[in-house]
T-cell receptor, first 109, second 113 residues
Framework: GQNIDQPTEMTATEGAIVQINCTYQTSGFNGLFWYQQHAGEAPTFLSYNVLDGLEEKGRFSSFLSRSKGYSYLLLKELQMKDSASYLC??????????FGPGTRLSVLP | EAGVTQFPSHSVIEKGQTVTLRCDPISGHDNLYWYRRVMGKEIKFLLH????????ESGMPNNRFLAERTGGTYSTLKVQPAELEDSGVYFC???????????FGPGTRLLVL
């Protein structure tokens, strides 16, 4: 099976930078995806990595190291609306997703 | 462009009853996925359709769950008979291709009493 770990909760201040880590144990996968989910809403796609390295999309960046079994999501210039759960998901070949437990981020003024 | 829609948004039923959830994917997306999140756990894969065919149903918990996608458009997920442990949020997602980003619907919150 696949184990995916994320911190349960994080707190950061408006305007700051926060890094949400995701570690996994899996032998092979197509890509690693990050989703944002506000309470009661659909998970919304943020970013994904197929190759090692950093992918930047505006205020959000995601990093992958396959050799280390590690990814992170970097959020810059935090805003109050960034308070949400952040889900790390491994996309298998054939593309069923295996999700981590999610990290609940609280952004404080 | 309309996103993935799901109906109903909430359902409360008694143990032993039947419930049918519906998912309308983004138009033109051949790939449709069902996932669920039970209380306190992570989102877990149930099954994957490519058009009207079941590509992978390895995540279906037991034979009380039946998914269909007749005509390759919308999909239904029927739970019959429902048990208490079926309570959770059922998400549907769709993607244009098999190795592309999946777009999720808002989910159906199912409570079995």
């Amino acid at each position: 099976g696949q184990n995916i770990d994320q911190p349960t909760e994080m707190t950061a201040t408006e305007g700051a930078i926060v890094q949400i880590n995701c570690t996994y144990q899996t032998s092979g996968f197509n890509g690693l995806f990050w989703y944002q989910q506000h309470a009661g809403e659909a998970p919304t796609f943020l970013s994904y990595n197929v190759l090692d390295g950093l992918e930047e999309k505006g205020r959000f960046s995601s990093f992958l190291s396959r050799s280390k079994g590690y990814s992170y999501l970097l959020l810059k210039e935090l805003q109050m609306k960034d308070s949400a759960s952040y889900l790390c998901a491994v996309g298998n070949y054939g593309q069923n997703f295996v999700f981590g437990p999610g990290t609940r981020l609280s952004v404080l003024p | 462009e309309a996103g993935v829609t799901q109906f109903p948004s909430h359902s409360v039923i008694e143990k032993g009853q039947t419930v049918t959830l519906r998912c309308d994917p983004i138009s033109g997306h051949d790939n449709l996925y069902w996932y669920r999140r039970v209380m306190g756990k992570e989102i877990k894969f149930l099954l994957h359709f490519v058009k009207e065919s079941k590509q992978d149903e390895s995540g279906m918990p037991n034979n009380r769950f039946l998914a269909e996608r007749t005509g390759g458009t919308y999909s239904t997920l029927k739970v019959q008979p429902a048990e208490l442990e079926d309570s959770g949020v059922y998400f549907c997602a769709s993607s244009p291709g098999i190795e592309e980003t999946q777009y999720f619907g808002p989910g159906t919150r199912l409570l079995v009493l």
